[in-house]
């Protein structure tokens, strides 16, 4: 095992055996007696993560909000919604605590982190054990005193959702927020951080692509930059109203997934290059040739099949406690794939309330799910969506029972959380 510069290196002993550095063992959750999927490529392995290395958990403080949003789930949500009480909070760290490394906690979910009346009291406690802090906010409960706070608690990183470049196209879609202000809040922020050639916390900006803003991301990431952001992240909408179903900017992309799928297609390597006005029509055209396309070596085409919840050794958890593999999985709600409404049902493993989380995540009926999804022996609803199975998440053709997750949108690299 050696480590050159920056260049990591694996050896193979006498044995035949892969030693890795320990460093990389340990980041990964390789330890001793576990087992990690390995994918052949053409010239390289991919090792994943093993379905028993718990990286990452989303805590969600609150289920509520200080303003409504077109894109939101509570537009068609019936569940009870409240916030996460300090003895739940309480129990989650001090499972963490017992982690080394120790898991990143991302404060997120369906509500607002900074809604809750203890979230900086929150955040410190997980830095006070050694762990990565990140949350994300609308922004606009992000005055000076609680710009301070959360600088002073040791945050990692802080996400803010802008989806508009203008006061009016980022009202049409947050609304009863005002851009101009989320910006000031924004910039002060950036102010009040110590100086640094790596100022923390980091800032990175979320932005929701719908027909109605994709031509302002240029715009968005400009005003990102000058305020000092590090990171973007991209998702397309998940629809849960018909409203927001007629806004996605992917129903092609499923299409030539579905097209350009299969192993018996012809493949197509394309190199890097400029996208100019020489070539943006031929790049295009290459994508939709009916062959399986890769770019640089990275593949352009075909499905992901990967949840990125497990891949990333995450879970989640809601502000009651509740146990669930991925956001998606963390409360019922209704939403729309190839046409067709979908009424997608909870799905919990258990709730820190009653068992230890990490009783909860080594609980066997769980790990068995895990190793289930990352295999994803799952119909292909997502592209196929031919049948009365697509309207829900309870089976599909190919007999796998509940969670089917055949449909899921983040598995096709089509749905991103930070």
């Not at 951080?193 to 100022?199: F, Y």
């Not at 991925?326 to 049902?345: E, F, K, P």
């Not at 829900?392 to 983040?410: H, I, M, R, S, V």
Request: hydrophobic share 40%.
């Amino acid at each position: 095992m050696t480590n050159t510069g920056s260049t990591l290196w694996a050896e193979v002993d006498e044995r035949g055996r892969l030693v890795l550095p320990a460093e990389v063992a340990a980041r990964y959750g390789l330890k001793p007696g576990t087992r990690a999927r390995i994918e052949p490529n053409t010239n390289h392995l991919r090792l994943h993560r093993p379905v028993t290395h718990l990286a990452k958990v989303y805590v969600e403080p609150t289920s509520l909000c200080n303003i409504a949003c077109r894109t939101c789930i509570r537009n068609v949500w019936d569940e009870p919604m409240g916030m996460m009480s300090a003895a739940t909070f309480e129990r989650i760290v001090e499972d963490l605590s017992a982690l080394t490394p120790a898991s990143t906690v991302f404060f997120g979910g369906l509500g607002e982190p900074l809604f809750h009346p203890r979230i900086v009291e929150m955040v410190t406690r997980v830095k006070a054990i050694g762990a990565p802090a990140e949350l994300i906010t609308n922004g606009t409960l992000l005055d000076e005193e609680r710009a301070r706070q959360l600088i002073e608690s040791g945050l990692d990183v802080l996400w803010v959702s802008i989806d508009g470049a203008t006061p009016e196209s980022y009202g049409d879609v947050r609304l009863g927020a005002a851009l101009p202000e989320v910006l000031d809040n924004l910039a002060r922020f950036r102010q009040l951080r110590p100086g640094s050639h790596r100022p923390k916390p980091q800032i990175g900006i979320a932005f929701v692509a719908l027909k109605r803003n994709i031509a302002e991301l240029p715009e968005v990431i400009a005003l990102g930059r000058r305020l000092g952001a590090s990171r973007f992240m991209v998702s397309n909408v998940l629809p849960y109203t018909p409203e927001m179903y007629q806004e996605i900017l992917y129903g092609r992309a499923l299409t030539d997934i579905a097209y350009i799928s299969s192993p018996w297609l012809p493949h197509l390597s394309l190199p890097k290059m400029e996208m100019s006005e020489f070539t943006q029509v031929a790049f295009r055209g290459a994508l939709r040739s009916g062959c399986n396309v890769t770019f640089a070596g990275n593949n352009l085409g075909g499905a992901n099949d990967a949840c990125a919840f497990v891949e990333g050794g995450s879970t989640s958890i809601g502000w009651d406690g509740s146990v669930s593999p991925c956001l998606s999985l963390l409360h019922s709600h209704v939403t729309y794939l190839n046409g067709r409404q979908r009424h997608m049902r909870r799905h919990v493993m258990g709730n820190v309330t009653e068992r230890r989380l990490l009783d909860v995540w080594s609980d066997p009926s769980y790990v068995a799910y895990r190793q289930r999804v990352q295999g994803f022996a799952f119909a292909p609803c997502t592209f196929c969506g031919g049948c009365e199975l697509i309207e829900g998440n309870e089976e599909d053709c190919l007999g796998n029972t509940f969670p089917a997750c055949g449909g899921c949108l983040w598995a096709q690299g089509i749905i991103q959380c930070p």
